[in-house]
């Protein structure tokens, strides 16, 4: 979830709507990074979802199973928002829960 995350911020940084709407590769990744975060959300434990509310999981699948099986309903506006409002608060919330990688030593 959280390199997905970290990706769709990658696809993202420095445009703005408009810029997106008009990007139909940009939208294909940032979808594909919603997928998997939605997939990777459904996988995490009942116990796990039950300690961190803060996360809304059940809007997160939801949504992944929306851009799987509905992809004709996609609003990319709605989208954006997401991008925009959802991702951050994602990101910030997962940064705090998973332990950063242990360096590779060579």
């Given amino acids: 979830m959280l390199d997905a995350a970290r990706q769709i911020r990658e696809i ?14 940009r939208q294909l990744a940032v979808e594909r990074c919603l997928e998997i975060i939605g997939e990777a959300a459904r996988r995490v434990s009942p116990a796990f ?5 803060e996360i809304p999981w059940h809007q ?3 949504q992944r199973n929306v851009l799987a099986h509905e992809y004709g309903d996609i609003r990319h506006e709605m989208i954006w928002r997401v ?6 608060e994602l990101l ?14 060579s």
């Fill in 60 to 62: 997160i699948i939801a």
């Fill in 12 to 25: 993202t940084d420095g445009i703005r709507a408009p810029e997106y709407l008009r990007d139909r590769l």
């Fill in 83 to 88: 991008v925009r409002e959802r991702i951050p």
């Fill in 92 to 105: 910030a919330t997962l940064e705090r829960l998973v332990p950063p990688a242990p360096e590779s030593g």
């Fill in 49 to 53: 979802r039950a300690t961190h509310p």
